[in-house]
């Protein structure tokens, strides 16, 4: 029942009053004279490994976690958790590989990188998919989860939610990098202790309505024991969610090409890693990857609790649509129903934060990209300092506008997770090929790159679509492989024209970026907290194999 008592008011009221107050104090407290487009967009190096560490996850973590991975949990189990702990080990990779060429390279955006590596034409070519993928995948999601889990749970509408968020995200996106990495570090922390009261009263529940009393380790054994098949972490191919999990696919292929191109190849990462020097870049990765080990136990736990006890006959006119269709995404506002007075408002401050802060995050990359990478660009080359900020706070606007009318179109999802995934995954494979070819291979040319730009998105949806208008005749391979597959044939093609048509030693040249092995040097307490996370992710999945 959609009903807040006055302590979740007061327990909301304060946290928002919180952020608000604390992210006025940093733009006022560490704002220049004059705000600069460096500044702005990239905190001008001021960011510490803390801040990084939880913007990076604030920015990553939202409704999509909460609501749709548990609902993922409830629906498919513990081998979600892969999206997760998987990208734990992506973020050493990339914090140990590729972060530091796009340092030594002076590298402020994506589109950047390209340009510098490759021509013009493949930056503004990538610059316009990936604006197209942040605003109507990746925005729009957020929205519509978040305004469709907090609708559950407080006596407000769909559309009031969808507006409240998008206003309250362009506030703070607005204060620029600075007021988004340091807030974060709040919003990170009232997250994770939010998701946890929520993954505890799930367990305890569990634990009780089998009558055991409020006991977290029985409610854990009870899973056990109650849904054995939702604790594997690699399906095989008798499972009926193997197409959205196959196999050890989630360890070595379309799973880590997901999550290179997304850690590795992303605005967001590049934006907060550039916030420090190497060391503290490094540091500040390998604390996300800490804290995404975290993310499974609050996300998906409580979504297998709730599969637990619907298997029981518990709850369920709460798990079904107004037609009677049992939806799995709302496993998670159900149990923040059955919080407590107080607990309630925690719960629901720690879903605003994830939903804000990963908001604004994207919003803030959006406007990175557009004002230095196309309004610059094509539009004003001599643009002021202070005339591209305000193009950004525009852009900004304009974007969460759109994402917001959009938004209520993905009501008709039944797993909201697994379609990001999906759809996000037709533009990964193609990024990630132009990137490491770019990165390690010195004789791409931008012939090659601007091939695999062009191709990542025809490919990827040919391999969808074939089996369907071949009436099966073709495999209809689970997507993440298709992912594989995609990467593997644009590297083939990428290869295949430069070594065609090779460009010239002095045109080589001129899209030489510098790298050198010193670069990839790193510290002992990295190597240390690289091992231990490592130790940990080889026992969980040894466990849960």
């Avoid at 193609?430 to 004789?443: I, N, R, S």
């Amino acid at each position: 029942m959609n009903v807040l008592q006055t302590a979740d008011y007061i327990v909301f009221f304060i946290y928002f009053v919180i952020v608000t107050a604390y992210g006025m104090y940093i733009y006022k407290s560490k704002k220049t004279a004059a705000t600069s487009s460096n500044e702005y967009f990239l905190a001008e190096g001021s960011l510490t490994w803390w801040a990084i560490g939880a913007s990076l996850i604030a920015s990553n973590i939202s409704a999509e976690h909460f609501i749709g991975m548990s609902g993922s949990g409830f629906a498919i189990g513990l081998a979600i958790a892969s999206y997760e702990w998987m990208s734990a080990a992506t973020l050493i990779i990339v914090a140990m590989f590729i972060l530091p060429i796009y340092l030594k390279n002076k590298i402020f955006t994506m589109p950047q990188f390209l340009a510098k590596r490759y021509s013009g034409t493949v930056s503004t070519i990538m610059a316009i998919i990936w604006l197209l993928i942040y605003v109507f995948v990746n925005l729009t999601s957020i929205i519509y989860l978040g305004a469709l889990a907090i609708s559950s749970i407080a006596p407000v509408s769909f559309q009031f939610c969808v507006i409240a968020l998008s206003l309250f995200s362009v506030i703070v996106t607005l204060g620029g990098m600075k007021v988004i990495g340091y807030t974060d570090m709040f919003q990170v922390i009232v997250l994770i202790l939010g998701g946890l009261v929520t993954t505890y009263l799930a367990l305890t529940l569990l634990s009780d309505q089998f009558g055991f009393g409020k006991d977290i380790l029985k409610g854990l054994a009870i899973i056990a024991e109650e849904a054995p098949g939702h604790l594997h972490m690699i399906l095989d191919k008798s499972n009926q969610h193997y197409n959205e999990l196959p196999g050890m696919s989630v360890l070595i292929g379309g799973m880590l090409i997901n999550n290179l191109a997304y850690w590795g190849c992303n605005q967001y990462i590049v934006q907060r890693a550039l916030g420090a020097d190497l060391k503290t870049a490094r540091k500040g990765i390998l604390f996300a990857a800490f804290l995404k080990l975290l993310v499974p136990i609050i996300a998906v736990l409580p979504g297998i609790a709730m599969f637990v006890m619907h298997s029981n006959g518990m709850f369920q006119q709460e798990m079904a649509d107004a037609a009677g269709v049992l939806k799995p995404d709302h496993a998670y506002p159900t149990l923040m129903n059955l919080l407590p007075a107080g607990l309630k408002g925690v719960a629901l401050a720690a879903l605003t934060a994830a939903i804000v802060a990963s908001l604004a995050g994207k919003a803030n990359s959006i406007s990175t990209i557009f004002s230095l990478d196309i309004y610059k660009k094509y539009f004003n080359s001599q643009a002021t300092e202070k005339k591209l900020v305000r193009t950004g706070r525009w852009c900004v606007v304009v974007c969460m506008i759109i994402a917001a009318i959009v938004a209520p179109a993905l009501k008709s999802l039944d797993q909201a997770y697994q379609f990001i995934q999906e759809y996000v995954g037709f533009f990964s494979p193609g990024v990630l090929a132009v990137f490491l070819l770019g990165m390690f291979w010195k004789k791409t040319t931008p012939s090659a790159g601007l091939a695999g730009a062009l191709l990542t998105v025809p490919l990827a949806a040919i391999l969808k679509f074939l089996p369907m208008w071949t009436d099966g005749a073709f495999p209809d391979y689970p997507f993440l492989d298709r992912m594989t597959m995609v990467f593997f044939l644009i590297v083939f093609i990428m290869v295949g024209i430069s070594l065609a048509k090779p460009v010239s030693e002095e045109e080589a040249q001129i899209h030489e970026i510098e790298v050198d092995n010193s670069m990839f040097k790193v510290s002992s307490e990295f190597i240390v907290g690289s091992f231990i996370i490592s130790g940990v992710l080889v026992a969980l999945y040894t466990v849960f194999w």
